[in-house]
């Protein structure tokens, strides 16, 4: 049997669907598309329900308490500001707004990395630390009060912490170096 690649035509809206994707990846240093698709079903998720509470009265009971509660936890990870606290401006999101509250995304802004690509490489190898708690995830949402709180781990190389693995050889040898030529 002989295996054909099947081509599809990509039609006008599903072409700027992707570039957007590619866009969106490029600019947050994300890995592949799945995660850009993740932050925009959570987006979705909360929007559907958002839609759905506008739809009832607003006195109603459940639209008052379901609708606080998206709207304060929507405050506290800082995706909506806290003088924006309606459910018309829960529909106003975008997916950029989820991604600005990434943990990689806040460290390259901070300036603790020389690039977006760069902060999740120091995440990833545990050298950054949200609080006390190290945190190697670079989709980790930074709450608005631990955003201050960003900072280079205790025991990294990169803050306090004993020196890399490459130092160390370096220092051993020049050391060992330094003791021949005190014999000789």
Known sequence: KQWYQRRVAITAGEKERLDNELKLIGEFGLRNKREVWRVKYTLAKIRKAARELLTLDDKDPRRLFEGNAILRRLVRIGV?????????????????????????????????????????????QKHIRV?????????????????????????????????GRVKRKRLRAGAGGDNDEDED
């Open 131 to 163: 609080r006390k708690q190290v945190v190697n995830i670079p989709s980790y949402i930074v709450r608005l009060d631990a955003q201050k709180h960003i900072d280079i781990a205790i025991n990294s190389a990169y803050g306090s912490g004993r020196e």
């Open 80 to 124: 909506l500001d806290e003088n924006r606290m309606k459910l018309d401006y829960v529909l106003g999101l975008k997916t950029e707004d989820f991604l600005e509250r990434r943990l990689q995304t806040q460290v390259f802004k901070l300036g603790l990395a020389k690039s977006i690509h760069h902060a999740r490489v120091l995440i990833r």
